[in-house]
């Protein structure tokens, strides 16, 4: 079974330009998340779907960020204008979501993004 | 967001020893509670999960949740280089589908 895949792997641009991140959760999964990691603050939710809907937005940093899931097989975070402090390691995850306690993410290989 | 509280590290163990982890948390009505490993440069891939109080055990690895004391621990047995990474305590709310993952302890087992 193919896993959660996530791209580009990297990427690097400048600031002030427009990033958008993909991801392509596990087929049959009906959650998706969105992660940030860095070394300072560790892994933290931006956002996450139920069924394409979003659930909680809550950790979306600010206007910047939007996030998007036009279908069951596809996401997209989006970073306008990006900056330099948005350097960090993105990565998506998906669960099915069936027996809620025992359900476990399962995350895509991450996206570096590097803001100059 | 809730908070989830680990050691950082790093732990150092020799090998054969036993690592022991530690994790509290801060939302009592957290329900379900995930153990993620991370190898640098790589995602968090699970290495088990616990909901009821006491042990859980899965090969080598074994879970202990205290929902009293919002304490879970993850010890593994027989450690090996191969071990050495970063483990990431996860709880899962009453009702919520998504994790709130504490910033990991570091683990380095030596030969």
């Known amino acids: 079974d193919a896993g959660v895949i996530q791209s580009p792997r990297h990427e690097v641009t400048e600031m002030g330009q427009e990033v958008t991140l993909r991801c392509k959760p596990i087929s049959g999964h009906n959650s998706l998340f969105w992660y940030r990691q860095t070394m300072m603050r560790g892994l933290e939710l931006l956002i996450y779907f139920n069924n394409n809907v979003p659930i909680d937005d809550s950790g979306m940093p600010e206007d910047r960020f939007s996030a998007k899931m036009p279908n069951a097989s596809f996401s997209t975070l989006k970073i306008q204008p990006s900056e330099p402090r948005d350097s960090a390691v993105y990565f998506c995850?998906?669960?099915?979501?069936?027996?809620?306690?025992?359900?476990?993410?399962?995350f895509g290989n991450g996206t570096r993004l590097t803001v100059t | 967001q809730k908070e989830v509280e680990q050691n950082s590290g790093p732990l150092s163990v020799p090998e054969g020893a036993i690592a022991s982890l530690n994790c509290t948390y801060s939302?009592?009505?957290?329900?379900?509670f995930f153990w993620y490993r991370q190898y640098s440069g790589k995602s968090p891939e699970l290495i088990m999960f616990i909901y009821s109080n006491g042990d859980k055990e899965d090969g080598r690895f074994t879970a202990q949740l205290n929902k009293a004391s919002q304490y879970v621990s993850l010890l593994i047995r027989d450690s090996q280089p191969s071990d050495s990474a970063t483990y990431l305590c996860?709880?899962?709310?009453?009702?919520?589908?998504?994790?709130?993952f504490g910033t990991g302890t570091r683990l380095t087992v030596i030969p």
């Open positions: 995850a998906s669960s099915d979501g069936q027996g809620v306690y025992n359900s476990p993410l399962h």
């Open positions: 939302d009592r009505g957290s329900q379900s």
């Open positions: 996860a709880p899962r709310g009453a009702g919520a589908n998504n994790l709130f």
